[in-house]
């Protein structure tokens, strides 16, 4: 009998998908058999048995994946929990450190608020390797993250530092530190949404203005947006490939937000070139062809979460569009009809582009 | 990246970050740029000092404000860098100044001098004007009003006043070499035009970037009596400015709080 192959899964997520896989071959197969469509020989029934059975253990052991439907259930129970627990053992460090710092000398301030960061991330790092599901870890993970954010912000109050902008970089690279060595994808995304209002500070000093001007020119968040989505197809993400879809979501996100305020918002455009209409205009053409590019990409190379991300923004774009052309004259409750049905509208076409998703093998192209 | 190499990288990160700041800290502090003395009048207690629990920590927040006669016209905006080509009076003005950023300056903050005096001056002017009869049309538009309120700038009123801005701090301090009286803060500048029609262009100062001057422990026992032993009635407007607060400011042009002193009531000082 070969060797199972658990070691070409990577990561948890290719982990899990795996032991779906297997959950899903196994149902199936007594399906079949009940119908008397398919009987498979003894030996090679024991066989298939004995290698999924290693192989499970094997993911199990090395990944914490969820075997049967209970435990996947009980997994998402304590995902659900674990975040609610960061958030609140990160707003309590805050609070904490918030209500007493006052009452201490500066150089203990000081030394607290560098070493409670370090103390947190060792405190995930121990927990990463005593529990592998990574609960704990994403869980110390975002208070070390809280940490260090506060770290930065009162140390820059304490002695009356200028604020700058590389302070996003600093927490953005933390973020992203601390996601890629325990694979923390919530971490993740809010390393790169850090990272990109950096760029945009950066992008709008160039323009002589003040960096804290940058959300008053949402276009110096486009090019983030796209270097966000260009990142999992110029890097490869072997080891982490459950961070390619939060690269390309959030990618189409950070484009798009821009877009949709500049739809509404021409004044706040670099773009003089005519009234602001006109660039409304120009804006709502662009944001309606690249939700639906978005779209039409994410179903050609089975990125779920771009097909998703471009369907809420082509949606926002249109109900704009209707609240702009039809709210003032149109009685409330014809507008309110209106916008469901395009809801309706929208959730058969992406009926029918889930139903050409599915056609395809699964997985996609990473 | 590995969970070993993650650890190192993030200690390593929190390490460097922290160099930073305390490296840019301590080369700030190396040397005295300015030395000024200000006072309640100039650095007030911010509004949660009596009532929020939650918040231990004491920033005194700047009161300034800007000289009646305004210095931030057309030329000051052209040399700070704007684009001021558009007249005033032209129709795509309004959309034009609008659409302008606002720019990171230096900013001259004046202490008790000239342009303070010169300020109580012309407003003693135009309240004789208005006993006479020709009152300004904004509050405050009476002689009651107008002497109120001058009685009260005299009493506890900022005398600390904007009277220039650059982007060369030091051709500022050329400029203003006084380090007892001038402070030179990092602000923001933004443009604007002003006027019933609209058609007057002029900049408005915001700052300094840095929000508050941060309070140590080491100089918090003065505030804090002050805080504990003023009653309810007098905590949102007391009659006289009740400390003073020296206020140095370094290299990178970031102040700090160096002494603070009670005024009256037996005199006691905490420094550093």
């Known amino acids: 009998m070969p060797e199972p192959v658990a070691g070409t899964a990577g990561s948890k997520g290719e982990a899990q998908r795996r032991a779906d896989r297997i959950s899903a071959f196994r149902a199936e197969l007594a399906s079949l058999e009940r119908e008397g469509v398919l009987a498979l020989p003894e030996e090679q029934r024991v066989r298939v048995a004995a290698y999924h059975e290693v192989l499970l253990r094997d993911l199990a052991e090395r990944f914490d994946v969820d075997v049967s439907e209970g435990e996947k259930q009980l997994s998402w129970g304590m995902r659900i929990a674990s975040f609610l627990g960061a958030l609140a053992l990160a707003a309590s460090a805050f609070f904490f450190i918030r209500r007493f710092w006052g009452m201490l000398d500066t150089p203990v301030q000081v030394a607290i608020l560098a070493v409670a960061p370090a103390l947190a991330l060792l405190g995930a790092d121990f927990a990463a390797r005593r529990e592998r599901s990574g609960y704990f870890a994403g869980l110390i993970g975002l208070v070390a993250s809280t940490c260090f954010v506060l770290n930065v912000a009162l140390l820059g109050e304490i002695f009356n530092v200028t604020p700058s902008y590389g302070a996003f970089l600093a927490w953005g690279a933390f973020g992203l530190i601390l996601a890629y060595a325990y694979g923390l994808r919530l971490l993740l995304a809010a390393g790169l949404l850090s990272l990109a209002d950096w760029l945009s500070s950066w992008l709008i000093t160039w323009t002589g203005a003040d960096w804290t001007a940058s959300w008053e020119r949402p276009e ?102 209707f609240l702009d052309w039809w709210w003032d004259w149109m009685p409330r409750y014809l507008f ?23 056609a395809r093998p699964a997985g996609g192209a990473a | 990246m590995t969970g070993r190499r993650g650890l190192l990288a993030g200690l390593a990160l929190i390490a460097v970050t922290n160099g930073m700041i305390l490296g840019g800290v301590a080369w700030n502090r190396s040397a005295e740029e300015a030395r000024i003395e200000l006072t309640e009048r100039e ?123 650059g982007t060369d701090p030091e051709e500022l301090r050329r400029r203003y070499p006084d380090r007892s009286r001038h402070l030179v803060l990092r602000a923001s500048v933004s443009i604007h035009l002003a006027g019933q029609e609209r058609k007057l262009l002029e900049g408005r100062l915001s700052g300094p970037q840095v929000g508050g001057v941060h309070v140590p422990r080491s100089l918090r026992p003065v505030l804090d009596e002050i805080v504990r032993n003023t009653p309810q009635e007098a905590r949102e407007a007391p009659k006289a400015p009740r400390y003073r607060v020296t206020v140095a400011a370094g290299r990178r042009y970031e102040p700090w709080a160096a002494e603070v002193e009670r005024i009256g009531e037996g005199l006691r000082t905490a420094s550093r």
């Open chain 1, 336 to 358: 309110f009809l209106i916008v469901g049905l395009t809801a309706a509208a929208a959730l058969v076409a992406l009926k029918k582009a889930r139903s050409v998703m599915a």
């Open chain 2, 43 to 165: 650095l007030a207690l911010p509004w949660n000092a009596f009532r929020d629990d939650d918040d231990s920590g004491l920033a005194l927040r700047w009161s300034w404000r800007r000289p009646r006669a305004d210095w931030l016209d057309r030329d000051k905006l052209r040399e700070l860098g704007f684009d001021v080509s558009v007249p005033s009076g032209d129709p795509q003005a309004e959309d034009f100044y609008a659409h302008a950023l606002p720019r990171e300056v230096f900013m001259v903050l004046e202490m008790d001098g000239e342009a303070w005096r010169r300020d109580l001056a012309d407003r003693e002017e135009e309240l004789r004007k208005c006993m006479r009869g020709r009152c300004p049309e904004e509050y405050p538009n009476t002689p009651e009003e107008m002497r109120t309120q001058l009685d009260q700038d005299r009493r506890m009123g900022s005398r600390l006043l904007a009277v220039d801005a």
């Open chain 1, 220 to 321: 110096t968040f486009l090019p983030a947006g796209l270097l966000l989505f260009a990142t999992p197809l110029l890097v490869p993400h072997r080891r982490r490939a459950d961070f390619a879809p939060v690269y390309r979501a959030l990618g189409v996100a950070v484009f798009l937000f821009p877009v949709l305020v500049l739809a509404n918002w021409g004044e706040g455009s670099f773009w003089r070139a005519g009234e602001g209409d006109t660039i409304e205009i120009a804006y709502q053409i662009l944001g309606f062809a690249a939700s639906a590019a978005a779209i039409w990409i994410g179903i050609r190379r089975g990125w779920r979460e771009v097909v998703h991300t471009g369907s809420v923004f082509f949606v926002a774009f249109l109900w704009a569009k």
